[in-house]
């Protein structure tokens, strides 16, 4: 079997309001394309800042590539691209330029590396452009192409497809599964749209209200509890975990 890349021990965090998530252990191995999928405020957004070291656990580690993100986290982030909510770029800057901006912390990085990314997320014909006139598509492929800048082994990627349209979101789509296939590449893609993630990935988190309810491999998951559907699995463990917690509070 192949290394584990990412390793989740019992994370925890709790906000303020007492929202959050509880105990997260999970484990993504090379080459995997790992879906995290959940409703709306389930706290995917919540665990992926933590697995980049953007915010803190309460209790529980995160580690990449072996390293814990707190303790070592230049190690932990080398081999690492991430792309957490918006891709943030400068709007009165051209795509090329927003890239060229990106590329100076890697001075190692060949001059034809701009032009090679901008041509996987399709965005090399409007390189000169000024990111004001990008659509919400076009700005969050620049997003991926600024993660993919470095050559990662690992990159991690928040609802990739938000605000793509159907054409965007099967060439994102394509383009994930074939950076797997072909360069080993490891993934680890949240959303909430349920046909994408069936459609992507080999590995399955579900998390609904701050817990993991669900994970493993795609068919064993569906087989596993004789459902028809990753859609009617989810919808049962939603189900099952919202009436855990009202119970709870009653
Ligand atoms: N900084 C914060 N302070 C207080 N509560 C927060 C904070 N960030 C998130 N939350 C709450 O924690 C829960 C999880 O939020 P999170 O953003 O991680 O969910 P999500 O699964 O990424 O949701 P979405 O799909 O809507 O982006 C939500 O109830 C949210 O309101």
Redesign the pocket.
Known sequence: MSEPIIQLDSLSKT???G??VHNISLEVRRGEVYGFF?P???????VMKMLVGLSQADTGSARLFGYDVITHFTQAMQKTGVLIETAEAFEYMSGSANLALAARFYPELGKGRIDEVLELVGLLPYKQEKVAGYSLGMKQRLGLAAALLSKPELLILDEPTNGLDIEGMVDMRELMVSLAREQGMTFFI?S?MIQEMELMCSRIGI?VE?RLVREGALNELVDGVHVASLEQLFMASVKQERGKAAHVHV
């Open positions: 906000y303020k309001n929202r959050g959940g709306n405020g389930a706290g995917k957004t919540t949240s909430h998390i701050g």
